[in-house]
């Protein structure tokens, strides 16, 4: 077992001590399996979501990388829209990368007219911001909370321009051109990254998500 999954595994809350959440993952379009199986190993109740009834029925969800235009479409074609919108407005926590995290944006630049976003997060984003394709890249951040660097695969990558009051940053690119660039925040039960951090084997984001989730769900029960 890595050090990686050792301190990984360290966020995962025991079933015993703390409720095991039921984590959704919108399965429209994009990468939900690496999500869903990222979660799994965490000790989540990790389940596909591309029904309206699927968003009531979790803790949580996230939002998977993938195309941003295409997956607004399809969550107002398939009802998921509104469901969404509102149970993150009472406070469901929500993760997002990539396209999630323009998905949960308040605000986009450089959208098509017609775009939508689920909203939640009190941030301005800049779709494609790192550039095509082809501009893909890896690069180690330093992410708030965890020990050591988070090695960051980005895709067509969003970044953050404007960020409120209310949110924390939680990484910016270190160096090189986009130096200073936000690329992972967190506003109360929402959290979003311009990365993938299911496409490699470090867990710890994913682990932060679960146990967000759990203190969530455990305030909720014991309420």
């Given at each position: 077992?890595?050090?990686?999954?050792?301190?990984?595994?360290?966020?995962?809350?025991?079933?015993?001590?703390?409720?095991?959440?039921?984590?959704?993952?919108?399965?429209?379009?994009?990468?939900?399996?690496?999500?869903?199986?990222?979660?799994?190993?965490?000790?989540?109740?990790?389940?596909?979501?591309?029904?309206?009834?699927?968003?009531e029925a979790?803790?949580?969800?996230?939002?998977?990388?993938?195309?941003?235009?295409?997956?607004?479409?399809?969550?107002?074609?398939?009802?998921?829209?509104?469901?969404?919108?509102?149970?993150?407005a009472e406070?469901?926590?929500?993760?997002?990368?990539?396209?999630?995290?323009?998905?949960?944006?308040?605000?986009?630049?450089?959208?098509?007219?017609?775009?939508?976003?689920?909203?939640?997060?009190?941030?301005?984003?800049?779709?494609?911001?790192?550039?095509?394709?082809?501009?893909?890249?890896?690069?180690?951040?330093?992410?708030?909370?965890?020990?050591?660097?988070?090695?960051?695969?980005?895709?067509?990558?969003?970044?953050?321009?404007?960020?409120?009051?209310?949110?924390?940053?939680?990484?910016?690119?270190?160096?090189?051109?986009?130096?200073?660039?936000?690329?992972?925040?967190?506003?109360?039960?929402?959290?979003?990254?311009?990365?993938?951090?299911?496409?490699?084997?470090?867990?710890?984001?994913?682990?932060?998500?679960?146990?967000?989730?759990?203190?969530?769900?455990?305030?909720?029960?014991?309420?």
């Open positions: 077992m890595s050090a990686t999954y050792r301190a990984a595994r360290a966020y995962a809350l025991p079933v015993t001590t703390r409720p095991t959440p039921r984590i959704g993952v919108l399965a429209v379009q994009g990468d939900s399996r690496e999500h869903l199986q990222a979660l799994a190993s965490l000790g989540a109740r990790a389940v596909p979501v591309r029904r309206p009834e699927e968003v979790v803790d949580a969800v996230v939002v998977p990388g993938g195309e941003s235009t295409v997956i607004d479409k399809l969550l107002r074609a398939f009802g998921l829209m509104e469901p969404l919108r509102r149970r993150i406070g469901m926590p929500a993760y997002g990368s990539c396209a999630g995290m323009i998905l949960l944006a308040d605000r986009l630049v450089d959208a098509r007219p017609d775009q939508q976003t689920i909203g939640g997060l009190d941030v301005t984003v800049r779709r494609n911001a790192f550039g095509r394709q082809v501009d893909s890249f890896e690069h180690e951040l330093e992410f708030a909370g965890l020990e050591g660097p988070v090695r960051a695969v980005f895709i067509r990558a969003p970044w953050v321009e404007e960020a409120g009051a209310g949110v924390e940053v939680l990484a910016r690119v270190g160096s090189g051109p986009a130096a200073g660039r936000i690329v992972a925040v967190r506003q109360g039960n929402l959290m979003a990254t311009a990365f993938h951090p299911e496409v490699g084997g470090d867990r710890r984001i994913h682990a932060e998500f679960v146990a967000m989730t759990a203190r969530a769900t455990s305030r909720t029960t014991t309420a």
